[in-house]
């Protein structure tokens, strides 16, 4: 790898740079083996010569480059993800607005790329395949997003919206918000589709977004815990959604 | 901050180090302010000139230093939590048995730092006030942990065991275990006291520790991921046991 390439593959840990070129990147093994069987469009594949020979069949129709383990960590974000990295084509924010038949799950400024990654994949598992994220949310394409969705990248649709014009568009549905003084979620009688709104990690849920919660709905504390983090929050939520 | 000083500050990022010293560092503003109303007996605490006189009051009874923010960044494991950084007494592993009134969360072989601190943090929340970790688990003073846990490790009593040991000489209680192939969790009928066993990130409860299990419960999947996280996990199935 020359120093060019390097140079492009650490440009694209910034988002600027990702947006100019529309393109990616996808580190590690599991994350890269699941973006080759996605609908996304893989640009090239750089990877160690083990890695390209174990997988020699899915790679086929790809655009391979062996590399070392050295240049992976060196190009990439991470350090131990070193066995494949993938440059893929950003998707549009082809925005559709949610079926009727489904649970969207919407995020209002969430700031932590761990955290969107983490809900990504709690998404993930509990069949939600669209998630509607405020303009002002951290990018899907982060690497560190990436990363924490352990795959689920490649699953749930990510859109960005302005969230009060989005709302204001929609039929009426239901529109489940967390909030620190809603009713108690183990008592909430959930509808099978609608929303759910996840507000920023210390400020909740804006106030531009409260006015279109049709239930606000609240985690009970037992014990002496302050807060409990926004993820841990998300899967508590739709846990308690799936069960109805 | 001498030379001296800083090196023993940094040598208790390392659990040999701590247990020699029988001493452990917690960072951050609200760590320590959460450390200094506990039952833990503080050593010293350094901080920067605008803590000590912002919190005056709460540290009259305490040995303060000043220091800057720089020697805190270079005393500590985190550079950002840097307001103040306390030493405190590590507490005996004055294992007490579960009281039959109480719901206590066991980690056999839990690994990862952050894990363990989220955990905290979560059982503080859903008001499980003991955890009992198998002996090769992640140290409870690990600065990671303490981080994590924001302020939860001083409520949430941790102790270490052989846990087959331990399970061989509790009177007959209900152990739910987290297993793959379990009883949908949604459908469980939970006791109000018991344990609740949560494995290894990626192996699950040991071979050695599935005998002691009464029942073993599983969180549906409705969707692509393969995997929950272990914490994410944690915190679904302390809120389906405190929904009874």
Not at 34 to 45: A, G, H, P, R, Y
Request: charged share 20%.
């Amino acid at each position: 790898m020359d120093k060019k390439q390097l140079q492009f593959f650490k440009s694209l840990q910034i988002k600027k740079y990702r947006t100019l070129h529309q393109s990616f990147p996808v580190e590690g093994a599991k994350s890269v083996l699941e973006l080759l069987t996605s609908d996304f469009i893989v640009e090239t594949v750089l990877a160690t010569p083990a890695f390209l020979e174990q997988h020699v069949a899915l790679l086929q129709n790809f655009d391979c480059q062996p590399v070392t383990e050295a240049e992976l960590s060196q190009a990439g974000a991470f350090e131990t993800n070193n066995a494949a990295l993938a440059l893929a084509r950003m998707k549009d924010n082809d925005f559709q607005q949610a079926e009727e038949s489904e649970m969207v799950l919407v995020l209002d400024n969430l700031r932590d790329p761990g955290n969107l990654g983490t809900i990504l994949r709690i998404a993930d598992w509990y069949g939600v395949s669209k998630v509607i994220c405020s303009e002002e949310s951290v990018d899907f394409y982060n690497p560190k997003v990436i990363a924490a969705s352990m795959g689920s990248f490649t699953r749930v649709k990510t859109y960005y919206a302005s969230l009060p014009a989005y709302f204001r568009q929609i039929k009426p549905q239901p529109v489940f918000g967390a909030m620190l003084n809603g009713e108690n979620v183990h008592q909430t009688r959930f509808s099978e589709t609608g929303y759910l709104v996840l507000g920023n990690e210390s400020r909740g849920i804006s106030t531009e977004v409260q006015p279109f919660l049709t239930q606000k709905i609240t985690i009970p504390r037992f014990g002496g815990a302050e807060s409990l983090n926004a993820a841990i929050a998300a899967a508590i939520l739709c846990d308690n959604w799936r069960r109805g």
